[in-house]
């Protein structure tokens, strides 16, 4: 089960789409990259429910690499609050672990369904979103980072995501984070969870039947190397040309291709018999 070329420029062009999105407008790519790596894998004939595991554990292995650069830049701006972030992450990382080992038990179509829903939403989320105005000063308290962390780390390792656009809304409204520092502490807390998550997927996915090549477990290194070898330099690019476009514009874009990928991926379109 080899990858076509239609695939390849498929994969190609989505790492660039969500590096240059993620450097624009500082939202991750996980929505875009599942489905594409989703539909990649099922067209060279690979079974739905292994398809659609492969695409979670290699999107966060993905996220790894980009939360890590990310971080670092955050950092220089004084931006990440380190105590907040390792204790969140290390929570969430013993979250995403348990998510990703409950996700190799789930069937594909619930997977599916639920990673679509949470597509949805987030979308839904980015549309009607407004920073709030905080005069309180953050949340210090472990045991909050903690119980939050656990929980949030589990949905993002059962929907295969780094869990930032989990964490943000948390830290902002329940922790009293400011927007800046939920932003740079939730890059820094996506290095963790992207590993505990992309582990555990590589763990549960080892020794199963069925997997295209170059995989170990659930990790596909093909599409990793293809995606992250983009997504990466196209960030910084994506980051340079934000003062230039019409950010507003634009993340009305993302999150139009937000609506469809949840509505594809739920299944509404076959459901309807539309070809798109």
């Given at each position: 089960?080899?990858?076509?070329?239609?695939?390849?420029?498929?994969?190609?062009?989505?790492?660039?789409?969500?590096?240059?999105?993620?450097?624009?407008?500082?939202?991750?790519?996980?929505?875009?990259?599942?489905?594409?790596?989703?539909?990649?894998?099922?067209?060279?004939g690979v079974?739905?429910?292994?398809?659609?595991?492969?695409?979670?554990?290699?999107?966060?292995?993905?996220?790894?690499?980009?939360?890590?650069?990310?971080?670092?830049?955050?950092?220089?701006?004084?931006?990440?609050?380190?105590?907040?972030?390792?204790?969140?992450?290390?929570?969430?990382?013993?979250?995403?672990?348990?998510?990703?080992?409950?996700?190799?038990?789930?069937?594909?179509?619930?997977?599916?369904?639920?990673?679509?829903?949470?597509?949805?939403?987030?979308?839904?989320?980015?549309?009607?979103?407004?920073?709030?105005?905080?005069?309180?000063?953050?949340?210090?308290?472990l045991t909050?980072?903690?119980?939050?962390?656990?929980?949030?780390?589990?949905?993002?390792?059962?929907?295969?995501?780094?869990?930032?656009?989990?964490?943000?809304?948390?830290?902002?409204?329940?922790?009293?984070?400011?927007?800046?520092?939920?932003?740079?502490?939730?890059?820094?807390?996506?290095?963790?969870?992207?590993?505990?998550?992309?582990?555990?997927?590589?763990?549960?996915?080892?020794?199963?039947?069925?997997?295209?090549?170059?995989?170990?477990?659930?990790?596909?290194?093909?599409?990793?190397i293809i995606?992250?070898?983009?997504?990466?330099?196209?960030?910084?690019?994506?980051?340079?040309?934000?003062?230039?476009?019409?950010?507003?514009?634009?993340?009305?874009?993302?999150?139009?291709?937000?609506?469809?990928?949840?509505?594809?991926?739920?299944?509404?379109?076959?459901?309807?018999?539309?070809?798109?």
């Amino acid at each position: 089960m080899e990858m076509q070329a239609l695939q390849v420029v498929a994969l190609l062009l989505t790492g660039m789409g969500v590096g240059f999105a993620s450097g624009l407008l500082g939202v991750g790519g996980c929505f875009i990259m599942v489905p594409v790596q989703f539909w990649a894998l099922k067209s060279i004939g690979v079974d739905p429910t292994l398809a659609i595991r492969i695409a979670f554990g290699t999107n966060l292995l993905v996220v790894l690499p980009t939360a890590l650069s990310g971080a670092m830049t955050h950092h220089k701006k004084g931006a990440v609050l380190w105590k907040a972030g390792v204790t969140f992450g290390i929570a969430g990382a013993i979250g995403a672990f348990v998510g990703a080992f409950i996700a190799s038990q789930l069937p594909g179509k619930i997977l599916t369904t639920v990673f679509g829903a949470a597509v949805l939403l987030g979308g839904i989320r980015m549309l009607t979103a407004k920073p709030p105005k905080i005069v309180e000063e953050p949340s210090t308290s472990l045991t909050a980072f903690i119980l939050w962390g656990i929980p949030l780390g589990i949905f993002s390792g059962i929907i295969g995501i780094g869990g930032g656009v989990l964490m943000i809304p948390i830290m902002v409204f329940a922790l009293k984070f400011r927007m800046h520092q939920a932003v740079g502490t939730s890059t820094a807390l996506m290095i963790f969870t992207a590993f505990g998550g992309a582990l555990s997927y590589m763990i549960n996915g080892w020794g199963i039947e069925g997997l295209p090549q170059y995989s170990t477990g659930y990790l596909n290194w093909y599409q990793w190397i293809i995606l992250a070898g983009v997504s990466i330099p196209w960030a910084v690019v994506g980051a340079s040309t934000a003062h230039l476009l019409p950010a507003k514009q634009l993340k009305y874009l993302f999150i139009l291709v937000m609506f469809y990928m949840g509505l594809k991926m739920i299944g509404v379109f076959a459901y309807l018999k539309l070809p798109v």
